[in-house]
Nanobody, 121 residues
Framework: QVQLVESGGGLVQPGGSLRLSCAAS????????MGWYRQAPGKGRELVAV???????SYADSVKGRFTVSRDNAKNTVFLQMNTLKPEDTAVYYC???????????????WGQGTQVTVSS
């Protein structure tokens, strides 16, 4: 019913920048939260940044001051501006959204397919 499609990943040198995008489409009544997770090889998936329905944001300590999450509500799209990238930022980045698909249903979690971000010199 709902699809999340990420884009913007790639290879970048340490200190560089990337901007990730995630667009949600399908049967969407409302979006309660939308954000980004990442998973490095051999590690678990961790929350990177999220925008809540009221507009507030939350960041992992490791990315505070370097990453910025934003949202275009009209287009059901969330962005992650990543600056001053470090090798430890290398991971697959996944978009996630908590979405109500109808007025009768509670919010459910949906995931994008993931986009690879590699930070290396």
């Amino acid at each position: 019913q709902v699809q999340l499609v990420e884009s913007g990943g790639g290879l970048v040198q340490p200190g560089g920048s990337l901007r990730l995008s995630c667009a949600a489409s399908g049967s969407i009544f409302s979006i309660n939260a939308m954000g980004w997770y990442r998973q490095a090889p051999g590690k678990g998936r961790e929350l990177v940044a999220v925008v809540f329905g009221g507009g507030s944001t939350s960041y992992a300590d490791s990315v505070k001051g370097r990453f910025t999450v934003s949202r275009d509500n009209a287009k059901n799209t969330v962005f992650l501006q990543m600056n001053t990238l470090k090798p430890e930022d290398t991971a697959v980045y996944y978009c996630n959204a908590q979405i109500e698909t109808s007025v009768r249903q509670t919010a459910r979690s949906f995931w994008g397919q993931g986009t690879q971000v590699t930070v290396s010199s």
